[in-house]
């Protein structure tokens, strides 16, 4: 770009070269384009476009700021143009207006992009490092990893500041480089101590201090501005890396209590999960309830409750059903499916609450099959409510509180259930009355279903054929 101190002679050659047919493009920065009068929705593209090619071709603030003014421009232009409006009948149709703004919207992000960074980028990284530094509990071992990572970056900053605005490090309150040079003094006379964690901060805090005072420029320091983000990278790279406490209590804690050490060879990755499976394998209830206790993640969560949902009878204790049932207790359903495989009958209570609960079918699915498993006595008349076809029960959910029943086996079902088999009008649920009978599988069960071998529903038939053959093969031989 040219400047205020240009020799005119230069400016008498551009001219004649332009009345002599040259390319002055070639040496005169391009006109900015002019909104067009009258606008329309091609000649307001063909300004965009204008727009897009200078925005391609900036290379400075101020150019990016001209490139804004232009945009201003163009929103006024489109606002002010005579542009059919869409059909508003046809979620298909052509929005001009619309298609423009949005390129306007597009351009500006383009703007933005393209702006920067700025020295302000870089102290606020540089602060965010230093609260991570302060408010983090370090092991010994990441203590000393976050020291290397302060003394690089320390380094590397000053450099940058010092080739962007030399003096500006000597002029802020504190020089980061002597702070840290203080603290491996100090380190020096006590080997076993560490350098401080508030002499790392304070180094940290005089980066920003210094950075804030070498009033770095996005276009004339851009060089600086990168090398010090660039520096910043490493330094949060270095931070993630270093151990903290957090991270070793919950390492430390399962390997002193054994969880480990069930491993020997494995291929599974985190070796948490390996560990995991091994005490499926073995049974081991309280290393299970130990990982879950402990492992924050959702990973490690889920896989300890499908453990449980897979042991079954086995995984339970006192402690893994109080576990659970604290759980289920959220209508969390997992929970619920696991009381069931465990056949807790501590859990009757609860999933006795949850079996009207009409407006959640899936809930209520998990609990009946859950009550059935369990055996739950008390659940018989909830359940058997559910089968009323003039209830407010999901047709869909019906079926499942009838296998409920059939699970429970409590004779006091038998009357609702050949009630449900005789005329509910769906065939699903009749279907599974009969299954449910023949479950419960007294005579007056399996005579209620064999009534219906012939019916014309296939379903249905078939659970009265299978009770035909258990009646007859319960009919004692005939004597010669």
Not at 392 to 418: K, M, S
Request: charged content about 35%; some cysteine; hydrophobic content about 40%.
């Amino acid at each position: 770009m040219s400047n205020g101190d240009d020799d005119p002679a230069d400016a008498s050659e551009e001219a004649d070269a332009a009345d002599d047919g040259g390319d002055a493009g070639e040496s005169a920065e391009t006109a900015a384009p002019t909104l067009p009068d009258d606008a329309t929705e091609e000649s307001l593209n063909e300004y965009l476009d204008e727009i897009a090619d200078r925005l391609e071709a900036a290379e400075t603030e101020a150019d990016l700021d001209d490139v804004e003014a232009l945009l201003d421009d163009a929103e006024t232009g489109i606002e002010e143009a005579d542009l059919p409006e869409p059909d508003e009948d046809d979620e298909d149709a052509d929005d001009p207006r619309g298609d423009l703004e949005d390129r306007v919207a597009e351009l500006r992000d383009g703007v933005e992009e393209a702006r920067g960074p700025y020295g302000e980028d870089v102290v606020d990284a540089v602060e965010a490092a230093s609260g991570t530094v302060a408010d983090t509990e370090w092991t010994e071992d990441g203590h000393d990893d976050v020291a290397a990572a302060v003394a690089s970056f320390v380094d590397e900053a000053a450099d940058a500041i010092d080739d962007a605005a030399p003096g500006a490090i000597d002029e802020a309150d504190e020089d980061p480089e002597a702070l840290l040079n203080e603290a491996a003094d100090d380190e020096a006379t006590d080997a076993a101590e560490p350098v401080p964690l508030d002499q790392l901060v304070a180094a940290l805090d005089a980066v920003a201090a210094a950075v804030g005072e070498a009033d770095l420029d996005a276009d004339e320091d851009a060089d600086e501005i990168a090398a010090l983000l660039a520096a910043t990278d490493d330094l949060e790279a270095g931070l993630d890396d270093a151990e903290e406490w957090d991270d070793l209590e919950t390492h430390e804690q399962l390997r002193a209590q054994g969880y480990y050490d069930v491993l020997g060879h494995y291929k599974d990755f985190p070796v948490e999960w390996a560990a995991l499976k091994e005490h499926e394998a073995r049974g081991n209830v309280d290393m299970i309830l130990l990982a879950l206790d402990s492992l924050g993640s959702e990973f490690m969560e889920r896989h300890c409750l499908e453990a449980f949902e897979r042991m079954g009878k086995r995984g339970k204790t006192e402690a893994s059903v109080e576990e659970v049932l604290g759980r289920a207790e959220k209508r969390d359903q997992p929970a619920i499916r696991i009381l069931g495989k465990m056949a807790a009958e501590e859990a009757t209570d609860t999933l006795v609450e949850y079996v009207d609960e009409d407006s959640n079918p899936q809930l209520q699915k998990a609990v009946f099959k859950a009550l059935g498993e369990i055996g739950a006595e008390e659940a018989v008349q909830p359940l058997a409510n559910q089968l009323d076809p003039d209830g407010d029960t999901d047709e869909l959910v019906r079926p499942h509180a009838a296998r409920a029943l059939g699970l429970i086996g409590d004779t006091r079902a038998v009357d609702p259930l050949a009630d449900a088999l005789e005329a509910h009008p769906s065939d699903d649920v009749r279907a599974a009355a009969g299954w449910a009978l023949r479950q419960i599988g007294t005579r007056e069960a399996l005579e209620a279903v064999a009534e219906y071998a012939d019916e014309r529903s296939f379903v249905v038939s078939t659970e009265g054929e299978k009770a035909e053959r258990a009646l007859d093969e319960a009919e004692p031989a005939p004597t010669a």
